[in-house]
């Protein structure tokens, strides 16, 4: 072949091979992971600072020491927990609440708590949902906790508290409410009871400072209201909206002068026993729309009282029908964020800021068991073979 011919045809081979070379790039960054076994999978993680804790299906805790696995505690918890204050929080199967304090567990004589409910972790203090569905305080005490308030507050037997500033004035604690079975049968997060109502609870005598009623037929098809600041000096409320007629639509909440109200909300799909999952981080909101049928991530920005979409991104997932794990996505950076491909045994890195695409990928020896976490510079989850990963995606 003449020298110019053969010039000709290497530069046209590279033009072929260069693009397919720059988009496996792309897809394949270079990425680390360590993998740690554990005596049964993890079903909820929770860290502090960079220090991971893992509660098993055996209602074990454990924390990641030296590379490895070290137990803290059985029978702490069997849903959730959480850390804060160098205390790690839980409520087990007799309803008792479970302080691990770095040494020992402490706990409080009461057994009335809903084991189904995430409670939250303040400096001094934690909060609680009971089974009849009343929040209650407790604060440290001499060889344990004591009771330190307790309000009627008719929120969810799962609720997942959670502190938010609606205001401007300090955090306050914001529970999912008025439970209905009768409004909306999609039980999607695990049963048919949904809230009708958001309610703020001052965080030390508890309090009512605000609440939004939904009118009939709407619910909030969610078992968290996630803080997140979009603009300003104060939060607002990232939930589901749902109805019979249009199914699953993502709203924001916030405070306003005579209490809450729904300050934007985004496109539903037009038909019943449609949902979304949300994730929320960095001043942003995102969601995955129809997690459990092809699951399309977009991202939600507010103009006025709407939520625009962005083009979605497929082929993701980030719940399983039933599960009350509602934090299976984690925004890493803004723009960017880890989900779980939609079988489950995938974990994606997306770089979002322009059109999503996939910079690395994590391959579980299971499916995801756990909720993600991202903790010390690293995304943290469990899978169903008992495997604890922690994978440096930035």
């Known amino acids: 072949m003449p020298a110019v011919s053969l010039r000709r045809f290497a530069l046209g081979l590279l033009a072929v091979v260069l693009p397919a070379a720059q988009v496996a790039c792309a897809q394949a960054a270079p990425t680390s992971s360590t993998a740690v076994q554990l005596p049964s999978p993890a079903v909820w993680l929770a860290s502090e600072g960079s220090q991971v804790y893992a509660l098993t299906a055996q209602s074990e805790l454990l924390t990641v020491l030296d590379g490895g696995a070290k137990v803290l505690a059985k029978n702490f918890s069997s849903t959730f927990i959480t850390a804060c204050s160098g205390r790690v929080v839980g409520i087990n199967n007799a309803g008792q609440l479970q302080v691990w304090n770095g040494r020992t567990i402490e706990t409080a004589p009461k057994t009335d708590l809903s084991p189904l409910a995430h409670p939250v972790c303040l400096p001094s203090g934690v909060v609680a949902v009971s089974r009849a569905g009343n929040l209650v305080r407790f604060d440290p005490a001499t060889g344990g906790w004591r009771e330190a308030a307790r309000t009627a507050a008719n929120a969810l037997?799962?609720?997942?508290?959670?502190?938010?500033?609606?205001?401007?004035?300090?955090d306050a604690v914001v529970a999912l409410t008025q439970p209905s079975s009768v409004r909306y049968n999609h039980g999607i997060?695990?049963?048919?009871?949904?809230?009708?109502?958001?309610t703020v609870f001052e965080r030390h005598g508890l309090g009512v400072l605000a609440r939004l009623s939904l009118p009939t037929p709407f619910v909030f098809e969610d078992l968290q209201a996630r803080p997140v600041r979009l603009t300003g000096g104060k939060d607002a409320l990232a939930v589901v909206r749902s109805s019979?007629?249009?199914?699953?639509?993502l709203a924001l909440v916030s405070k306003e002068p005579d209490g809450l109200g729904v300050q934007a909300i985004g496109p539903d799909f037009g038909q019943p026993n449609r949902w979304l999952a949300p994730a929320v981080g960095f001043g942003q909101l995102w969601a995955v729309k129809t997690p459990h049928i092809g699951g399309l991530l977009a991202q939600y920005a507010q103009a006025g009282d709407t939520l625009k979409v962005s083009p979605p991104f497929a082929g993701v997932s980030s719940h399983s029908i039933g599960s009350r794990n509602l934090n299976a996505a984690v925004l890493t950076a803004p723009g960017q964020l880890v989900v779980p491909s939609q079988d489950h045994r995938t974990l994606l890195a997306l770089d979002c800021r322009a059109a999503c695409q996939v910079t690395g990928k994590l391959a579980l020896g299971g499916t995801y068991s756990s909720n993600l976490v991202l903790s010390g510079g690293q995304v943290w989850v469990g899978d169903s073979s008992g495997k604890l990963y922690g994978w440096t995606v930035n």
């Not at 019979?244 to 639509?249: F, I, K, N, S």
């Open 189 to 198: 997060l695990g049963d048919t009871a949904e809230a009708t109502g958001i």
């Open 157 to 170: 037997p799962d609720a997942q508290l959670t502190l938010a500033d609606l205001d401007g004035q300090g």
């Open 244 to 249: 019979p007629r249009g199914g699953a639509a």
